[in-house]
């Protein structure tokens, strides 16, 4: 038997087989049955006339939407600085950063629990506030480096061929820089939007008991209610591959544009 270099696959296709397509299908078979295995649409007609259902998912998107816009607004300055500076320590600076991903999750959202408690007391009279925070400081370096990573390996000499055309540095940074670093932006953003929607632990520990995706989910299958929460999952997966199509078609146009530019 000669050997081929397709015989490298089988062990990547045995594994997507086994860990991708079969619980996919368990999942649509789940969402599109009911108790007695006869098909039926009446758990995707029954997410979207709940109002609890619809409900979270519009909190959700809203922690999630919230949640993304901070990160953008404080990580874009400080990627933007260090990427741009002539600190010779800049590289510790983006390492103290990323840090904290390497501390266990429970033990950075216990110790900001404790420091939130510290300031606001009670932690239930701001539910959503602190939602956000805790989810901000918990993907805040997701978005960092995505950006951080664009903005240092811009090239230069468009920034010169700017000036020398007359662009001052405002100018040069909202007609070069900033479109050129979208690519990095829109990373950061897909890397942060999509787990805050399911990142229920967050709200645990910080005491929000309002109910998002990954709670919600969890909530059916606790209740042994396969059926509705496959279709609850289905529908966030059909969200995501949506958003994902979203992000990386204007990920391609932004490279593009820059190729051209």
């Known amino acids: 038997m000669r050997f081929s270099r397709k015989n490298l696959g089988i062990p990547y296709m045995l594994f997507l087989i086994l860990f991708v397509i079969a619980p996919l299908a368990v999942l649509f078979y789940y969402a599109f049955?009911?108790?007695?295995?006869?098909?039926?649409?009446?758990?995707?007609?029954?997410?979207?006339?709940?109002p609890n259902t619809v409900g979270t998912l519009f909190y959700s998107l809203a922690i999630a939407a919230v949640t993304t816009i901070v990160c953008v607004l404080l990580a874009y300055p400080l990627a933007y600085i260090l990427a741009t500076s002539h600190f010779r320590a800049k590289s510790v600076v983006v390492m103290i950063f990323v840090m904290p991903m390497w501390i266990n999750f429970s033990l950075r959202i216990t110790a900001l629990k404790e420091v939130l408690t510290f300031l606001e007391g009670n932690l239930a009279m701001h539910p959503f506030l602190n939602a956000v925070i805790g989810m901000s400081y918990d993907f805040l370096p997701f978005m960092i480096l995505p950006i951080y990573t664009t903005i240092s390996r811009l090239d230069r000499s468009l920034l010169e061929a700017a000036a020398d055309l007359g662009a001052d540095e405002k100018t040069a940074f909202w007609k070069v820089t900033l479109p050129l670093s979208m690519p990095g932006v829109i990373s950061g953003i897909s890397m942060v939007f999509l787990p805050a929607m399911t990142n229920y632990v967050v709200l645990d520990m910080l005491y929000n008991s309002t109910y998002i995706m990954g709670s919600l989910?969890?909530?059916?299958f606790s209740a042994y209610n396969w059926h509705g929460g496959s279709m609850i999952a289905l529908i966030l997966l059909a969200f995501i591959c949506l958003f994902t199509l979203l992000t990386g078609t204007g990920e391609d146009?932004?490279?593009?544009?820059?190729?051209v530019l």
């Open 217 to 220: 989910i969890g909530s059916y």
């Open 33 to 50: 049955t009911n108790g007695s295995g006869q098909f039926t649409l009446m758990n995707f007609i029954g997410f979207f006339t709940n």
């Open 253 to 259: 146009d932004h490279r593009r544009g820059g190729s």
